[in-house]
C-alpha cells in the first residue's frame, strides 16, 4: 500500500491506515460542518441578544410631557457583557427619521434579520426593531437599531468548534486503540503460523496447524500445507531419481572396468580386439544412458528456461530418420515417414528433437529384425498428430501407464534398455501442452501417438 511517496510494509499499519484514514476523512468533513454548525449558531445567539437589548430599550420609550423620552436601560448594554470587551452602539429614531438618541451614522438593518457592516472600522452585526409607543402619533412606531462588535461572536464560533474538534479527535484515537487491539488478536494466528514455519528445519516438511486460525488465514495454511507437500513429493522422487540413476550406471561402470580389466591381461591379439569392440559397446550404452538422464533432468518443469521455438515437427523427424538408418539397416528393420507437408509447432526445440530420437529409438530396439517402423506427421483439430508404429511385441494395457514411469521395465523383457525412454517423452509432451498415449499397432506392435498444439497462424509467419 502506498501513501503519497511511502509505503506501508508492515500488514497492521496497513490495515490500521485502511480503518482510520477513511475516519480521519469523514472526521474532517464533520469538522467543517461543526464550524459551519458553530457559526450559525452564534449568528443565533447574537441575533437573539440584538433583538432582546433593542427590546429592551424600546420599552423605555414613552411620552412625558408632550415628548417622546428615550432612556437607554443599562441592561439593554450589559447583556454583552461576556468578556470579549465587545463595543455596543445603539440608534433610536421615530417614524420619520428623527434621531431620538444613540449614534446617527449607525447604519440600520432590515426589520426581519440581521446585517453585518462596517462601522467606524469595526466590524458590526445589527438588528433592527420597530416598536409602538402609545400616545406618540405619527412618530410612532419608533426604530431602535443595535449593534455589537464581533469579539464574543468569533470567541463563541471558536469555542463550540474546538470543542467539537476535541471530541472528533478522542473519537479518532479510541478507534485508532481498539483497531490496533484488534489487529494484534487478529493476526495472532499469522505470528503463530511464522513461528511455526521458522522453528521447523529445513528437511521438516509435515503439515502446519495453527489453532483458532480464522477462515480467511485457513486457504493460506492450506495452500502452504498444498506446497509442503509439493516440495515433499518432488524431494522423495529426486531422491529415487538418485538412488535408480547411481544402479543403472553402476552394472555398466562395472562392466566397463571388467571389460577393460580383461582387455590388459589378454596377450592374443584377436581376443583383445573383441574385448575392446565389447569395451567399446559398452561404454556407447553407458553414454546413451548418461545421455537419457541428462535429458530426464532437463525436461523437468522449472529445470531450464522456457523458450517458444518454431519446430517444424516433419523435418525434425526427416532428420531422426536419416540419423537412425545405419542402426535400422544393420537389424534389417524397414525405417519409413509417412507426411504431407510441414507440420508446426512452438515449444523447446531441443527436447522436442530428443523426444522424437527416443521414440524411434525405442521402435528400433523393441521391433524383430525384418519389421518395420513407421512415423506419421498429420495435423487433426487443430493439433499436430506424431505417430510412431513397431512390429516388436507391444505393450499389455495393464502396463501401459506403468511404462512412463521412470526406469519401470515390463518383466521378461529381452532387450536391453534404461527404462527412460518413454519417461521423457511424456515429461517432453507435458511440457508443450500436449498429450501422449499407447495403444495397438496395425502390424501387431506398440503405437505412441502424441498430439501438440500447432502453432498460430502468426506464429508461423514470425
Known amino acids: 500500500m502506498r501513501i503519497g511517496r511511502f ?49 429592551a430599550i424600546a420599552e423605555q420609550v414613552a411620552m412625558a410631557d408632550g415628548a417622546l423620552d428615550a432612556i437607554v436601560p443599562p441592561a439593554a448594554i450589559e447583556m454583552f457583557d461576556t468578556g470579549d470587551r465587545d463595543s455596543v452602539y445603539y440608534r433610536v429614531e421615530t417614524a420619520g427619521g428623527r ?43 419608533i426604530k431602535v437599531t443595535v449593534g455589537v462588535t464581533l469579539a464574543g461572536h468569533d470567541a463563541m464560533v471558536k469555542r463550540l468548534w474546538l470543542s467539537a474538534f476535541a471530541q472528533q479527535l478522542a473519537l479518532v484515537a479510541i478507534a485508532g486503540v481498539f483497531v490496533l487491539l484488534g489487529l494484534r488478536r487478529g493476526l495472532a494466528p499469522l505470528i503463530r503460523l511464522r513461528d511455526a514455519v521458522r522453528s521447523r528445519s529445513r528437511s521438516d516438511l509435515d503439515p502446519v496447524e495453527v489453532p483458532g486460525a480464522q477462515s480467511e488465514i485457513r486457504p493460506l495454511i492450506e495452500a502452504l500445507n498444498a506446497y509442503m507437500e509439493r516440495v515433499r513429493a518432488q524431494m522423495a522422487a529426486q531422491r529415487r531419481f538418485i538412488a535408480n540413476a547411481a544402479h543403472q550406471l553402476r552394472t555398466p561402470l562395472a562392466l566397463l ?54 519446430i517444424d515437427l516433419t523435418e525434425a523427424a526427416r532428420h531422426v530418420l536419416e540419423a537412425q538408418a545405419p542402426a535400422a539397416i544393420k537389424r534389417d528393420i524397414d525405417l519409413g515417414l509417412e507426411e504431407s507437408g510441414p507440420v508446426t509447432v512452438v515449444g523447446d526445440g531441443t527436447m522436442l528433437r530428443e523426444m522424437i530420437v527416443n521414440l524411434v529409438d525405442n521402435a528400433l530396439r523393441y521391433s524383430r529384425p525384418g519389421g518395420s517402423v513407421t512415423v506419421r506427421l498429420a495435423t487433426a483439430d487443430g493439433e499436430a498428430a506424431l505417430t510412431v508404429s513397431d512390429a516388436g511385441p507391444g505393450i499389455p494395457a495393464e502396463e501401459r501407464e506403468h511404462v512412463f514411469e521412470r526406469f519401470y521395465r515390463l518383466a521378461g523383457s529381452a532387450e536391453e534398455g534404461s ?44
Open 7 to 55: 509505503r506501508i510494509g508492515s500488514l497492521r499499519l496497513q490495515l490500521l491506515a485502511w480503518v482510520v484514514l477513511p475516519l480521519a476523512g469523514l472526521v474532517a468533513i464533520n469538522l467543517w460542518t461543526s464550524q459551519r454548525n458553530a457559526l450559525a449558531t452564534a449568528d443565533l445567539v447574537t441575533d437573539r441578544m440584538l433583538v432582546g437589548s433593542a427590546r
Open 419 to 462: 527404462g527412460l525412454g518413454l519417461a521423457i517423452v511424456r515429461e517432453v509432451v507435458e511440457n508443450a501442452g500436449g498429450s501422449v498415449t499407447l495403444g495397438d499397432a496395425a502390424a501387431g506392435g506398440l503405437k505412441v501417438e502424441v498430439r501438440l498444439p500447432l502453432a498460430s497462424p502468426a506464429e508461423r509467419s514470425a
Open 257 to 310: 572396468s571388467t571389460q577393460a580389466s580383461y582387455a590388459l591381461r589378454e596377450t592374443a591379439a584377436d581376443r583383445r580386439q573383441e574385448a575392446l569392440v565389447a569395451l567399446q559397446a559398452s561404454s556407447g550404452k553407458l553414454a546413451r544412458l548418461a545421455e537419457q538422464l541428462l535429458t530426464l533432468s532437463r525436461a523437468e518443469p522449472g529445470s531450464r528456461r522456457p523458450r517458444a521455438d518454431r
Open 99 to 141: 434621531l431620538l438618541t444613540g449614534y446617527p451614522d449607525l447604519p440600520v438593518a432590515p426589520e426581519h434579520g440581521s446585517i453585518e457592516a462596517a462601522y467606524r472600522d469595526h466590524p458590526l452585526r445589527l438588528a433592527t426593531l420597530s416598536h409602538a409607543v402609545i400616545g406618540a402619533g405619527t412618530d410612532s412606531p
